[in-house]
């Protein structure tokens, strides 16, 4: 019989963050290492989880009227050169087709690294009058970045994502999408993904090859650098020009349009891992958990058996009936310790334990996985179970919020000087974000990136500060940004 | 103002299938033609389509027990060489990339033709014992395969599918699991898409390269040709032993797994306008259409205007409520004569028109996309609208799959000779289905496509049928199998 003693426990997260991560994410089978270089497997509890992403963000998505469609996964290399800023962002990293059906083609072919270029070469022929705006679309697939360092969803040469692309007859509304789209991503990750988040524009040196505008959320991971989330482009003119996609007016002139494009990916996996978990394992906000709670039947004499089960199908029975998404692991063979340990691994947010005293008393335990010890374990009347477990996922999606952003708030500083900023990234905290002043030349963000290694992600919108010294040339600065080491 | 007199006819279905098959895809808006050598692009309106077929053949297939996980694009090239005939059937058709971050590779890549190869290398990976088996995973995906001729959904270059995989510890529950999931196929083509069916074993000609055995299900198109709409294969050991799949069986000795793979897709939307479309363009079954009905508003005089399109909002809303996908088409600048043109066109299934002199008596007008003609208008109480509407939609249902089983039994035939085979074959109604005796030779199976360009679609399961002369050779035969000209 497997007991715990058969478990190899996991290194734990201070004292090696990557080490700890890896093996998250290969013990909770969310992914597994292919033979294929840079490219990952995404196991069945890694890809429900994007699939619940997925989905949330797809609603969301098309609540703001864009719709799906889908463009070809190859690019003709010609079209790639057409925008100069993005040529040069992407070409070192393009994987390139150059034969097809056994002969050499006339002109290789490109694997989307994103798709701006195709997409765009499609809205030219699409938009012709005013009437054809604003035209938004968003596609989910794979695309294909040839990394030279690799990290499980953090940085593949394969990933998935969604990209939206739109089109609009003015500038303003264009910025007003960019902006809206940056908020719905915002709303999501700390909603539903329970991830705090900082956000606003990048600096000029970490835009989007080709954009105007690059805006982002940046999440904390626990070893105190950043992680990009999520971009939302404000693109100008740039791409309408290279492909000539020019509307009609009202009255009667040829105008280019104003466009925007933004993109979430299953970077998103590595974020919830690396915000959430501890050294159990995996903890995930009950919103995007696959399993929400799991039922571990437990008893020691034959007899007990059947009651102990009955009792557990039975909750499972009512935790359906509520919407709840629920097993029951009747496995035999394997110790409830052992049961205990894998589901705690892979981050299922909510235990509940029946046993024959349970049966007797008209109890079930439940143990939550965002709180150790016996605050975590509480006694339930079976009769209201269903009320107390959603009540508990709900209680639990706002705990593991309110526990990353305490840890977000209390790594995040706001040094005074170039010195203490320096000190803080090269504190063990790994880092955490410095709000500083900046004045906004790339020489002062050149100088921070050099001697501490972090770099500008994000200035935030909208601020409404008096104005201070850059912390680098100490000339005044009219803004403050969030400095971090990043992924 | 846009009119009726605007829009262009479409090629009459009759005269030129091709033709209006590919004018039907461009201006329904399924589809566009890309700058891509063999690849298309699905636009919101044919993309919304493929979101419905996926949302529910997923939910059918996870009941089954599979789950969903996502391999690497590319596979290295040394992976398709594993097993010979598999190797063999699709070395034509592979695309390969050479070069990645500006280097070349070591070892080619390919773009997955379809996924057995890597899928299986992993499978060696993780199975391990008899509790690991059933081991049954799913992937939607993109696939490229290099056409020399494409046609848009039928045969392109690159098209989105899934692919199940899955490993047993017997050959019977592998055998079993590939008839499950042909049955899963033939009744989401059947009940969903209203798509009438012939379905069975392969002949080996057109069996998939490494299968044991092959079944598919067949449709018949409106020019009399068959498509073949889905596959399910029995692997038997094939890619086992190519990839040492093997587990610990309960005696402590190492086996080979037995395996299945299957798929169906994009070409489905092809099957779709092929199988139901008319001369007025698309027609949906109400279960996969993206918009079940629409709301046309009618009025002349100005002051007409806001009480009809408040009725036709209050309708929507009460359609809305009952879980109809519903929408109002209230542009301006369009006659409703465009209107009625442009949705039929789409194929939308049910139209919905309310003017003054139907809000006077309390009706609205319902059109129905299967039935031209005073046939398909109704009065209906605005009172009772939403059950009326609802119940229409399941009867069109039924009836677009009545009209294409009609078609199909029309044109499925039981020739008696080779020759009524060939004149069937040469005859205007483009072939259909013949029902034939044969003997099961490879030999005779050749005859008839070279002579007559019909090859084997299916061989009819359990069948129970006395024995008969082949078609061809005369020789005893102990099947009957379909024969048809095919996509």
Known sequence: MADKADEKKITPRSQDFAAWYNEVVLRAELADYSPVRGCIVFRPQGFAIWENIQAELDRRIKRTGAQNAYFPLFIPESFIRKEATHVEGFSPELAVVTHGGGKQLEEPLVVRPTSETIINYMFAQWIKSYRDLPLMVNQWCNVVRWEMRTRVFLRTTEFLWQEGHTAHATREEAEQETLAILELYRDFCESYLAIPLVWGRKSAAERFAGAVETYSIEGLMGDGRALQCGTSHFLGQNFARAFEIRYLDQNNQLQYVWQTSWGVSTRLLGALVMVHGDDQGLRLPPTVAPTQAV????????????????????VYQNLCQVGVRVRVDEREGVTPG??????????????????????????????????????????????????????????????????????????????????????????????????????????CEEKIREETKASCRAIPLNQDVPQGPCIVCGQPAQERAFFAKAY
Chains 1, 2 share one sequence.
């Open 295 to 314: 039922i571990v039947p437990i008893w020691r004499k034959a007899e007990e058996r059947k009651p102990v089960v009955d009792a557990c199908r039975e």
């Open 338 to 443: 052992f049961k205990f340990n894998e589901w705690e691994m892979r981050g299922v947010p909510l235990r509940i334990e029946i046993g024959p005293r349970d049966i007797a008393a008209k109890v079930a335990t439940l143990v939550r996985r965002d709180q150790t010890g016996p605050q975590g374990k509480l006694a339930s009347p079976l009769e209201r179970l269903a009320q107390s477990v959603t009540e508990l996922l709900e209680d639990i999606q706002q705990s593991l919020y309110r526990q990353a952003k305490a840890a977000m708030d209390q790594a995040t500083t706001e040094p005074q000087s170039f010195e203490e900023l320096r000190a803080q990234m090269e504190g063990e905290g790994g880092g955490g974000f410095a709000n500083v002043y900046w004045c906004g030349q790339p020489s």
